[in-house]
């Protein structure tokens, strides 16, 4: 556009009307007209276009696109992928990889088992291991993990884990404490033999199972009090050898008395028993029935048989005593996962979750809680 001739008709609070030749009003800043205009001036106003700098503004603009793109629209929150980290016959260890958030903002990460909602992790942007425990002995169960952040919801594929019997010994994990070096030749050999975890574990950590030792001291052998983990002797290892299952650990604590352990009575040793018994209750039916006199008055005749059964019952045959050491070391717990507790009620599970050095956290039960979210549903104590 070329030099236009304009007149000041009028100077009004920081404003001026210019006229056209052509009488049109144009309102402008009076700032931007030289010091000296007053009403009547006549002024010319140059007007043109700089497509140098448009160009490089436009530039700038497209380069701003592509940056907000890259960082904001290209990445989406990654779905998380759960593992099983060790099992046993009454708990599991899971882990996952570090959560990919993009740049979404985290919500919370839950734990579900079998299409119901156990609870939210606790501190999960910088745990990635939890320990799940109170299940039962020999069950299939299914888990996995639901993501949730601003940029939507994202659970992990189903994880089936088995728990073991009390013939598999492969999720018994042992960290060593003090143990002159005969005996940590036991232990290794032991260990290979039952088919356990290996290598031996040199700190306790959240998989351990048992502490073996042979003197209570350390700071390892602190932290395994403190978490409830069993302090036993290289001899429990060599009976679970020895028995091709778990014993229990009563009579294997450090200090224990040798003479509380007793031989475990294995699946095959207890049918043998129980047929024992039984040919010794028939043994006694039949003496009994022999000695009893015949007469007409002290026996009844059973409607489908046709031999007489008389009244008075056989004297009980005395109970094995294997039936009443197996019940003592089932029933004894002695704070050990693999020695097989007392059977667990599903509202008594617990979660642990930690990088190796763990908080325990008091998980409710799904009937507690429900299943929609909600509050934190975890209680924890500071190990």
């Excluded at 050999?189 to 003197?215: K, S, Y």
């Excluded at 007469?295 to 009980?316: D, F, G, K, N």
Aim: hydrophobic share 30%; with cysteine.
């Amino acid at each position: 556009m070329g030099g236009q001739q304009l007149t000041v008709g009028k100077l009004d609070a920081g404003m001026a009307v210019l006229l056209t030749s052509d009488h049109h009003q144009i309102e402008f800043p009076s700032i931007l007209l030289p010091k000296a205009v007053t009403a009547g001036s006549i002024i010319n106003i140059t007007v043109c276009q700089d497509h140098q700098a448009e160009k490089e503004e436009i530039e700038k603009f497209n380069l701003l696109q592509a940056q907000i793109l890259q960082k904001y629209g290209s990445t989406s929150p990654s779905p998380p992928v759960l593992r099983l980290r060790n099992a046993t016959q009454t708990s599991i260890v899971l882990e996952w990889d570090p959560l990919e958030l993009a740049s979404c903002t985290f919500k919370d990460l839950s734990l579900w088992k079998n299409g119901h909602r156990l609870g939210k992790i606790p501190d999960p942007m910088n745990q990635t291991v939890t320990k799940l425990s109170g299940l039962q002995l020999d069950t299939i169960y299914s888990f996995h993990l639901v993501l949730s952040t601003t940029g939507g919801t994202f659970s992990s594929p189903p994880l089936t884990v088995h728990t073991h019997k009390m013939t598999d010994l492969s999720g018994i994990t042992i960290c060593k404490g003090e143990l002159p070096e005969s005996e940590e030749k036991r232990l290794q050999a032991a260990v290979i033999n039952i088919g356990a975890r290996l290598p031996i574990q040199e700190t306790v950590q959240i998989d351990t199972t048992h502490f073996v030792c042979a003197v209570g001291r350390g700071e390892e052998w602190k932290k395994a009090e403190q978490k409830s983990i069993p302090s036993v002797t290289v001899d429990w290892i060599e009976a679970c050898a020895q028995e091709g299952r778990i014993v229990g650990v009563k009579g294997y604590y450090l200090g224990a008395d040798p003479a509380l352990r007793r031989q475990s009575v294995g699946p095959t040793s207890q049918s043998y028993n129980s047929k024992k018994r039984s040919s010794q209750t028939s043994l006694s039916l039949s003496s009994a029935t022999k000695e009893e006199p015949t007469s007409p008055l002290s026996r009844t005749v059973h409607p489908y048989q046709q031999a007489p059964i008389y009244e008075e019952p056989a004297e009980p045959s005395k109970q094995s005593p294997y039936a009443e050491q197996n019940n003592s070391e089932i029933t004894k717990s002695e704070n050990s996962e693999v020695s097989l507790p007392e059977e667990t009620s599903p509202e008594g599970r617990t979660i642990e979750t930690a990088q190796e050095d763990s908080s325990i956290c008091k998980l409710p039960s799904p009937t507690e809680t429900g299943e929609d979210g909600g509050n934190d549903l975890f209680e924890t104590v500071t190990i």
